[in-house]
């Protein structure tokens, strides 16, 4: 199993940017999928979580009404639409899988990496002022 992030990279503040997390081998797709990022000197982030159906999803303060969560089961890829972007926004950003029904206990637990089964190897945002 494999999870591969990738559609990082340098925008502008206010900027928008994609990110695809793509699930690859023997993905049990009734996992949970989560986003994490983590900046430079800062703790890592749980901000973003869906069940693989996207009924369930989940958003930190600090993303909610910029950000959004979809998947593609056909394609067995997350994807994270990022819009308003700022530069406190600029970390790297990791996805990663849970067994399910992971994110539907409560944030503290549910943001413990050791929860998460597979990680991809993240992808870097960079947002200018």
């Known amino acids: 199993v494999q999870l591969q992030a990738y559609g990082g990279g340098l925008v502008q503040t206010g900027g928008s940017l994609r990110l695809s997390c793509a699930a690859s081998?023997?993905?049990?797709?009734?996992?949970?999928m989560a986003w994490f990022r983590q900046a430079p000197g800062k703790a890592q982030e749980l901000f973003g979580a869906c069940t693989w159906s996207g009924g369930s999803i989940y958003y930190a303060d600090s993303v909610k009404g910029r950000f959004a969560i979809s998947v593609d089961k056909a394609k067995n890829t997350v994807y994270l639409q990022m819009n308003s972007l700022n530069p406190e926004d600029t970390a790297f950003y990791y996805c990663a899988a849970a067994p399910r029904r992971t994110i539907l206990i409560d944030i503290s637990e549910m943001s413990k990496p050791w929860r998460y089964t597979y990680w991809g190897q993240g992808t870097q945002v960079t947002v200018s002022s």
């Open positions: 081998g023997r993905f049990p797709r009734s996992y949970d």
